[in-house]
T-cell receptor
Framework: ETGVTQTPRHLVMGMTNKKSLKCEQH?????MYWYKQSAKKPLELMFV???????ENNSVPSRFSPECPNSSHLFLHLHTLQPEDSALYLC???????????????FGEGSRLTVL | AQTVTQSQPEMSVQEAETVTLSCTYD???????LFWYKQPPSRQMILVIR??????QNATENRFSVNFQKAAKSFSLKISDSQLGDTAMYFC????????????????FGQGTILTVHP
């Protein structure tokens, strides 16, 4: 099992569809993140979850809805997206504990989303 | 808020040569982490090297080393003896630390530099 697994790897959806992205980490980490990677732009932090609780929503539109049922799984539910939402969505995890944190994020391979 | 700037959108280097990727950042904090991440084509992003701001000694990891200039807020990556497998996009990233001295994991990334290693 790779450390952080994302499915699907590729997704094409229309603006009226509802779909979900899934992330699973097998590293025993307790914090998980969604980042958006668009062409020619820095990675943008979207959401942060610590111990299943959302601790940050970086002004993300409500058409993106995250869900974290446990420390190992993270979902991003997508609804009525816009073409400008087409991007690579990266999931990452870290062990967030005092004195035991190197700051290294572990990333999945990403889900390439195309909104038509 | 912190910002990270990578001024080189693309770089190329011949195999076995040395290349340096530039990164500058802006912060008012005194303690933080800096990172270089590598994202190969269609593959996951992985950590290349990490620098703790309170350490004056530059970090090294095999063929990868950094030149950390804290006063100038500069953090460049040097890749020696470049290999074809080094072809990737490289991201410079900044992480604030919490009161306990550990990272929140909320990294601020630069725009990335596409590095191509030619045979």
């Amino acid at each position: 099992e790779t450390g952080v697994t994302q499915t699907p790897r590729h997704l094409v959806m229309g603006m009226t569809n509802k779909k979900s992205l899934k992330c699973e980490q097998h590293l025993g980490h307790n914090a998980m993140y969604w980042y958006k990677q668009s062409a020619k732009k820095p990675l943008e932090l979207m959401f942060v979850y610590n111990f299943k609780e959302q601790t940050e929503n970086n002004s993300v539109p409500s058409r993106f809805s995250p869900e974290c049922p446990n420390s190992s799984h993270l979902f991003l539910h997508l609804h009525t997206l816009q073409p400008e939402d087409s991007a690579l969505y990266l999931c990452a995890s870290i062990h967030s504990a005092k004195g035991a944190n190197t700051g290294e994020l572990f990333f999945g391979e990403g889900s390439r989303l195309t909104v038509l | 808020a912190q910002t990270v700037t990578q001024s080189q959108p693309e770089m190329s280097v011949q195999e076995a040569e040395t290349v340096t990727l530039s990164c500058t950042y802006d912060t008012s904090e005194s303690n933080y982490y800096l990172f270089w991440y590598k994202q190969p084509p269609s593959r996951q992003m992985i950590l290349v090297i990490r620098q703790e701001a309170y350490k004056q000694q530059n970090a090294t990891e095999n063929r990868f080393s950094v030149n950390f200039q804290k006063a100038a807020k500069s953090f460049s990556l040097k890749i020696s003896d470049s290999q074809l497998g080094d072809t990737a996009m490289y991201f410079c990233a900044f992480s604030s630390l919490n009161a306990g001295g550990t990272s929140y994991g909320k990294l601020t990334f630069g725009q990335g530099t596409i590095l191509t290693v030619h045979p």
